[in-house]
C-alpha cells in the first residue's frame, strides 16, 4: 500500500478497502464496526428504562494545522462532539466519523490521527460505530477535515437549557481559558513563547455528570469554543432574558495565555476553548458543583467566576439589553462584547 493517499483511496475498490481496515478498523475497531453495514443499529440498556431519551449530536473539524502543541485534528473531533452531548446531560456512548482526505496526505500522517481518536475515545468511554472516507483531488482540500456525529443517553429527569438560568445563580468555569487558541495561533505563525502553550483538548462528560450528581438542579452547561467566553455567556443571557455579571479578577487564564492575548490583540475573553466547560447553577449548590469540578482531571483549575443578574439590577445600567458585564479588577463595569467577524479562522 503507498505510503500516500491516492485517488484510488476514494475510488470504493480494494484500496479503499485496505485504507478503511489499514488507518482505521486495526485502530478502532470494535463488534459494531466490523459488521461493515452502512448503519449501526444501537441498543443502549439505557433506553429500555422509562423517560431516556437520546442526544444526537454534529460537528465538522477542519482546523489548521491538524497537528498542534496538546493535540490535533482526532482528538478534536472526539473531544468536541463529546462535549457537545455532555452539555444535554447525556452519556456519549457512539460516534460516527466522515473523513475528507486530500490526494498526497501521509498515510503515516492519517495513522497518528486515528491514533488520537482512538486514545480519545477510550477516554471519554465512546465506540466509533460507523463511519466514511472520501478522497479529493490534490490542491482541492487542505490535507484532512473530519465530520464527527454522536448519540448519547439522557437520563430521565434531566432538562438542561439556557433558558433555565435565573437571577441569583452562579456561573462556574471548569478551568483556564484561551489555552486552544493561543496554541493555535502561536503554532500557526510559528511563534514562540518562553511558557509552553498547549490546546486544552479532553472530554468533560465525566465531569459534566460529576457535576450533575452535585449539584442536581444544575441549570445548563457550555463550551466555550468559538467565539469564546463571551459569545457563550451572551447567548445565555438572551436564552434567559437575564444579564449575567462576570468577576474579572475570578477568571481563572493563564498567565503565558494573558501575556500572549495582550501581545497579539486579543481579547481573551474571545479566544475558542475545547476542553473548558461552563454551568449555570443555584447558589446553594454552588460550592457543590464546584468541588466535583476540582476532583475531575480535567477540572483542577475550576472557579466561580460571576452571577446571573436581573435586567434590573441596580449596578447595571438601563439598556434593558440581555448582555455580559465585566466587574473590572478596579470595580468598574464594562460589557462584555460578542466577537464581531472571525478572529481567528480554522481555528477547530
Do not use: W
Amino acid at each position: 500500500m503507498s505510503d500516500r493517499i491516492t485517488m484510488a483511496h476514494g475510488s470504493g475498490g480494494t484500496q479503499m478497502q485496505e485504507l478503511v481496515e489499514q488507518a482505521f478498523t486495526s485502530i478502532y475497531g470494535n463488534a459494531l464496526l466490523l459488521t461493515g453495514d452502512d448503519a449501526a443499529v444501537l441498543q443502549p440498556e439505557e433506553l429500555q428504562a422509562s423517560g431516556a431519551r437520546l442526544a444526537f449530536s454534529t460537528d465538522s473539524y477542519v482546523v489548521t494545522p491538524p497537528v498542534f502543541p496538546g493535540g490535533d485534528i482526532g482528538r478534536l473531533a472526539v473531544c468536541g462532539t463529546v462535549n457537545d452531548l455532555a452539555t444535554s446531560g447525556a452519556r456519549p456512548l457512539y460516534l460516527s466519523l466522515g473523513f475528507i482526505l486530500e490526494e498526497g496526505f501521509l498515510l503515516a500522517e492519517l495513522k497518528r490521527i486515528v491514533a488520537s481518536i482512538a486514545t480519545a475515545a477510550e477516554q471519554a468511554g465512546v465506540l466509533v460505530v460507523t463511519g466514511d472516507t472520501k478522497v479529493v483531488e490534490q490542491g482541492k482540500g487542505d490535507g484532512i477535515y473530519i465530520n464527527s456525529s454522536g448519540v448519547g443517553v439522557v437520563a430521565p429527569g434531566v432538562e438542561l437549557g439556557g433558558r433555565n438560568c435565573k437571577p441569583g445563580d452562579i456561573i462556574v468555569c471548569s478551568g483556564s481559558l484561551g489555552d486552544h487558541g493561543i496554541a493555535i495561533m502561536s503554532m500557526r505563525e510559528g511563534l514562540n513563547f518562553e511558557a509552553p502553550l498547549q490546546s486544552d483538548a479532553a472530554p468533560l462528560d465525566k465531569l459534566t455528570s460529576a457535576v450533575l450528581a452535585a449539584a442536581p438542579h444544575t441549570r445548563c452547561f457550555r463550551d466555550p469554543t468559538r467565539g469564546g467566553l463571551a459569545s457563550t455567556l451572551t447567548e445565555l443571557a438572551r436564552q434567559s432574558c437575564t444579564c449575567m455579571l462576570v468577576e474579572e479578577d475570578k477568571v481563572p487564564i493563564k498567565d503565558a495565555v494573558r501575556g500572549a492575548a495582550d501581545m497579539l490583540g486579543y481579547d481573551v475573553f474571545h479566544l475558542a476553548n475545547e476542553g473548558k466547560m461552563i454551568a449555570v447553577v443555584p447558589e446553594e449548590e454552588a460550592a457543590a458543583a464546584l468541588l466535583a469540578m476540582q476532583q475531575s482531571p480535567y477540572g483542577s483549575d475550576a472557579a466561580l467566576i460571576g452571577t446571573v443578574v436581573s435586567v434590573e439590577h441596580p449596578e447595571l445600567p438601563r439598556s434593558h439589553k440581555h448582555q455580559v458585564y465585566v466587574r473590572t479588577s478596579l470595580g468598574t463595569l464594562r460589557v462584555m462584547d460578542v466577537l464581531s467577524g472571525e478572529q481567528l479562522p480554522r481555528i477547530c
